[in-house]
């Protein structure tokens, strides 16, 4: 069984349009993350929620719009595609946060979606 | 200059040898996360660790806090093991990566 999964694994689309990257967890975990990795294979996060509550929001443009429906899943909305978001986009999720305690965990990769705007 | 630096970015080497990759920061950290991302660029974790050592089969990972840095091993490398390794810090407010350790191991 796949831990955490994206969907889809391949997106081609143009400039100017809008899609979702799909992430769904089956480990029970509380927290799920959104990384991007540039073309020179830098991984930065985007965002995180913990237990559907958005708790990490780096300087990423408003375009970009996590959702998260249940703490098993955290969907990225992207509006108006430009070419510099073409990269490989990864969902994780590490378990949950002791209140009062540290917001890290280990974290378990999804496969990676790689995003193409031509 | 990043907040975390990786050395060395490229790496070859034997089967058989002993590898040592290094990662230092200029943060103060809680938390330091060792990844091995594949070929294939699927991402996997190696170790999570705050203080001291970790080991788990050929792999073993130390973290010297006071002197802000971290070494992966890999003892008796094997070509299943190239790929890249990336070392990730967890500071207060946010989790920082370094730049990643192109490995490969030829037979």
């Known amino acids: 069984d796949t831990a955490v999964s994206q969907t889809p694994k391949y997106l081609v689309t143009q400039m100017g349009n809008d899609k979702s990257i799909k992430c769904e967890q089956n480990?029970?975990?509380?927290?799920m993350y959104w990384y991007k990795q540039d073309s020179k294979k830098f991984l930065k996060i985007m965002f995180s929620?913990?237990?559907?509550?958005?708790?990490i929001n780096e300087t990423v443009p408003n375009r970009f719009s996590p959702k998260s429906p249940d703490k098993a899943h955290l969907n990225l909305h992207i509006n108006s595609l430009e070419l510099g978001d073409s990269a490989v986009y990864f969902c994780?999720?590490?378990?949950?946060?002791?209140?009062?305690?540290?917001?890290?965990?280990?974290?378990?990769f999804g496969p990676g979606t790689r995003l193409t705007v031509l | 200059k990043n907040e975390v630096e990786q050395s060395p970015q490229n790496l070859t080497a034997q089967e058989g040898e002993f590898i040592t990759i290094n990662c230092s920061y200029s943060?103060?950290?809680?938390?330091l996360h060792w990844l091995q991302q594949h070929p294939g660029g699927g991402i996997v974790s190696l170790f999570m660790?705050?203080?001291g050592k970790k080991k788990h089969g050929r792999l073993i990972a130390t973290i010297n806090i006071q002197e802000k840095h971290s070494s992966l091993h890999i003892t008796a490398s094997h070509p299943r093991d190239s790929a890249v390794y990336i070392c990730?810090?967890?500071?207060?407010?946010?989790?920082?990566f370094g730049t990643g350790t192109r490995l490969q191991v030829f037979p």
């Open positions: 994780a999720s590490s378990q949950a946060r002791i209140t009062g305690g540290p917001w890290y965990n280990e974290q378990f």
């Open positions: 480990l029970g975990h509380d927290t």
């Open positions: 929620y913990n237990n559907k509550e958005l708790i």
């Open positions: 943060v103060g950290i809680s938390a």
């Open positions: 660790l705050s203080s």
């Open positions: 990730a810090v967890f500071s207060p407010d946010k989790l920082i």
